[in-house]
């Protein structure tokens, strides 16, 4: 958080990392963002950290 902003995701260039406190919000944030990536014809890459 920052103040009273919830900060879910940080984003650089094409990049993007998605923060949850659990894995049941970050299945929902991921979820959301393929949704919107989608409406746009664009598509997602999961890359999991080693």
């Given at each position: 958080s920052?103040?009273?902003s919830k900060?879910?995701?940080l984003r650089f260039a094409?990049?993007?990392t998605?923060?949850?406190a659990s894995?049941?919000?970050l299945v929902a944030l991921l979820?959301?963002?393929e949704q919107?990536?989608?409406a746009y014809g664009l598509g997602?890459?999961?890359i999991r950290p080693r």
């Open positions: 920052i103040g009273e900060i879910s995701n094409d990049d993007t998605l923060i949850a894995q049941e919000e979820n959301i963002l919107h990536s989608a997602i890459i999961i």
